[in-house]
């Protein structure tokens, strides 16, 4: 089975295709550029992927990801990437300094769609912390650091990260609708 995955993020379509070759699904890279609504992450995800889906001219999923503050009720969200290219990571973190609560979710949605058909989504999420940037890797991983574990994304080894991500989450759903479909 190959199936296509409209990103201009190589990164993250690495990080996609090594979760789906491990399930036997191959992955194909189409580089376009959605429009990006505004709503929650879920109706920003549909509306990519139905857009995607009709512009190629076949199915397809994207993947979009939110960092959510507790303390900022969930701010940036599914604007991180903004914020962090606006901001950079060291304005990013002190957005919590009056805050005692630093911690925060990862989040990534996957939303699959044929044309025509409406999308269906996927969500996984991991709990964490914000701490000073550690690690040189992905817009915000420098910055997160998951519950239990005592480095961020970005300090932790590709194949590692890919084991307990949001984005493995989300893609592990993804991969076991497409087995049943």
Known sequence: MKIAFVTGNREKFEEDKAILSENGIECEHINLDCPEIQADPQEIAKHKAKYAAEKIGKACFVDDTALCFNALNGLPGEYIKFFADKLGLKKLVKLLDGFEDKTAKAMAVVAYCKPG?????????????????????????????????????????????????????????????????
Do not use: C
């Not at 709990?127 to 970005?154: C, L, M």
């Not at 592990?172 to 609708?177: I, L, N, R």
């Open 117 to 181: 058909i409406e999308p269906v989504v996927f969500e996984g999420v991991v709990n964490g912390k914000i701490v000073e940037a550690r690690g040189n890797r992905f817009v915000w991983d420098p910055i997160f650091q998951p519950d239990g574990h005592s480095q961020t994304y970005a300090e932790m080894p590709q194949e590692e990260k890919n084991k307990i991500s949001h984005r493995k989450k989300a893609m592990e759903k993804f991969v076991k609708y497409l087995k049943e479909e």
